[in-house]
């Protein structure tokens, strides 16, 4: 299926074994504007990582009888190419990729983690003896990884979950925001900022029984970023994505209405402004990536319009911009004059470090499997960001 502006067509198609895809094209308004769906054997996957310029892609593709799943490495120039699986597996999932698009960190079956490069192939991640970890961040320079770190003996009991990074063979440990010195305390860091130093995410807290969102620095350790978001009190935050220079952090938060149902709140983060709201709605919504300068957001949000007509309500892959606030990237992309079929529900996952493309998993219900397929949507605009969030 080849999604194009509707005045201009694809300058050329390019033919891989397991890719099907429609290439960036030029329109009067926009310097590039386009929707890739990149394919495996069967519908599923997801792009979860893109490099610096959105050139290189990670994910995850379906392959197989059995509906396995396979990570891979993207670009326009070699299409998909899949990385393999660690020993004695088959299934992988490329979950993030370092600003170069050399170096990838994933995960097999039961969550054993990766990382990949062109010249030393798939190599597991090895902790010290006992010790267990789950890795959600990679930094842009390649060097550090975060998550949350699992003491050992964890088939005995509960035990502390502690946000972590790691560097080479260092593991440091980033505490907690309140250590009540019991199997209860929880921490994970979500996010790294391009050169390691900084990670944010979220914490068991000093404030109650609500987690809260935190920000650790080498010099400074972990500091709650508290739960006033917009001038409103909120139970519960959480820090998801944070910039390349680690000053602007994106999350969502949780309230409560006066009737006690839960509100959802996405909010962006800065030390002059504090948590400032950007969108809320009855459901809860996901922040999943951040442009280099904090400017653009990328995740998912539920929709009640604006779908196939058979659907009460959809899952929405969003862009947020301060130029163009919250759009869903269906609506992104038909504001540059792309023809989107039809294509609605996803997520989006990741975006490009000047904002440009966004990467994911959406529906194409003019397939005949009607699944979800990995997708890289790219428009490049004028957006700028601007300081302060106001």
Request: a negative charge; glycine letters at 14%; charged letters at 20%.
């Amino acid at each position: 299926m080849i999604y194009t502006s509707k005045a201009i067509k694809p300058r050329a198609f390019l033919s891989f074994s397991i890719i099907l895809t429609t290439l960036l094209i030029h329109s009067n308004t926009y310097a590039d504007a386009g929707l890739r769906l990149l394919s495996g054997e069967r519908p599923g996957g997801s792009v979860n990582g893109l490099s610096q310029d959105g050139s290189v892609a990670a994910g995850t593709v379906v392959v197989g009888t059995g509906e396995n799943d396979a990570a891979f490495v993207w670009s326009e120039v070699g299409g998909i190419t899949t990385i393999g699986y660690l020993p004695g597996q088959n299934i992988s999932e490329a979950d993030g990729i370092s600003d170069d698009g050399l170096k990838i960190y994933g995960r097999g079956d039961q969550q054993p983690y990766f990382t990949w490069t062109s010249a030393d192939g798939i190599a597991p991640i090895t902790l010290p003896d006992g010790f267990s970890a789950n890795f959600y961040a990679i930094s842009g320079d390649g060097t550090a990884l975060a998550g949350r770190y699992i003491s050992p003996n964890d088939e005995n009991g509960p035990v502390p979950k502690e946000a972590f990074r790691l560097v080479g063979d260092t593991v440091t440990r980033l505490g907690f925001l309140s250590s009540y010195g019991t199997t209860e305390d929880r921490s994970t860091a979500y996010a790294i900022s391009g050169d390691g130093s900084v990670a944010v995410g979220q914490s068991s807290s000093n404030e109650g029984t609500f987690p809260e969102a935190f920000r650790w620095t080498e010099a400074g350790g972990m500091v709650g970023l508290g739960f006033e978001v917009g001038g409103e009190t909120h139970f519960e935050t959480i820090a998801r994505v944070v910039s390349r220079d680690g000053t602007v952090i994106a999350g969502t938060s949780r309230s409560s209405t006066l009737e006690g149902d839960s509100l959802y709140h996405i909010f962006i983060w800065t030390e002059a402004t504090g948590m400032v709201q950007i969108y809320s709605n009855s459901s809860a919504p996901e922040v999943n990536g951040m442009s280099a300068d904090g400017s653009v957001i990328v995740g998912r949000i539920r929709r009640t319009s604006g779908g196939r007509e058979d659907f009460d309500s959809w899952q929405a892959p969003f862009r947020w911009s301060e130029a163009s606030g919250m759009q869903t990237v269906i609506e992104w992309l038909q504001g540059a004059g792309v023809d989107t079929g039809a294509v609605d529900d996803g997520h989006a996952w990741s975006v490009s470090a000047d904002g440009n493309t966004v990467g994911g998993n959406i529906r194409d219900h003019n397939n005949t499997d009607a699944g979800e397929w990995p997708f890289i949507a790219t428009v490049i605009s004028d957006d700028v960001f601007v300081d302060g969030f106001e």
